[in-house]
């Protein structure tokens, strides 16, 4: 869908949502939705749980566009990170443990299913491991890994320095390999 | 610039398995190190096996028309701006950027200074002032025969 605002970039078009252009609100959200999405997934590890945040995030700021300001936040979607990953962590201490989305179904024994079952399970336990991180460390994970964000934008993100933000990303990744290791066997890695 | 086998590991948890992202002040002297160290290529491979692992987590991808979704609800909730008292306080803090530290410390001091308040309204109560004096005064206003400006 092309509005005309699609050449404008991020700055530009918030300008012009902040002037009410409803046109411009539709252009970012076709551009960021999805990006927003995966990041959200990756928090409450839940599909509908994931869109109703990013749906959240966006209708804030169509309600209050001025809360993005340009004197105070660098870019629009290292704020707008913030926006989605705070609703998210709100949603999840709302959760009671036992309505976090768990592991995976593993009860599927019917002939065939092994392969299958295998994969699962390692998505499974992989999910399980990243859950029982530290919540930096999950974040910082998925923002400079799954994301492929740079060191300098997950930091801002997460509000510490650079080093610190690697501190992060090491002391999560080598929890992961141990866990990973202990538990599909040092071939898996 | 030289790496040692320590730094290698450490780039490696931090940028990645893929030597050649690395930023650029570090990737030429990583690529050297691996072509001169074995211990250094098993490192690496041993690398790669745990981000395949960790690739292989469970994602699925968002509603067709989750972006569709979220701007047509958006043209139904534009209008109706009704603000309660917990909507302008949360709007409040969004508008101050106030970390939650910051706002327990002033919710704790607007309380104290409510219960200084009535602690002074308390220890002075009416019944302590003179009436008498008052009184005195009313009269003064009432019957005041003098001079009026």
Redesign the interface.
Known sequence: MDTGFSHLDDESLIQQIQQGSHEAFAAMVNRHSNRFYRIAYRLVFNKGDAEDMVQEAFLRLWARPQLWNPGKQAKFTTWFYKVVINLCFDLNKKRKPADLPGDLELADRRPGQDALLGIHQEQALVDGFIKELPERQQLALNLCFYEGLSNKEAAEILGVKVKALQSLIMRAKTTLKEKVKGHLGGGSI | MTITLKQFK?NL??Y?ANVREWPEDIRQAGLKALEISSELRALLA?EE???R??T?????E??RD??E???S???S??KR?RRGLGGFFS?LV??F?LPKPALTAVSVLLILVLILGFAIGFSNPIGSVPTEGTQTDLQGFLYYEGEVL
């Open positions: 450490e948890l931090v990645g041993e096996r745990f981000e692992v960790l292989t987590r469970w994602y699925e968002p509603s989750l972006a979704r979220i701007v609800v958006s043209l909730k534009k701006v709007e969004w508008e950027s």
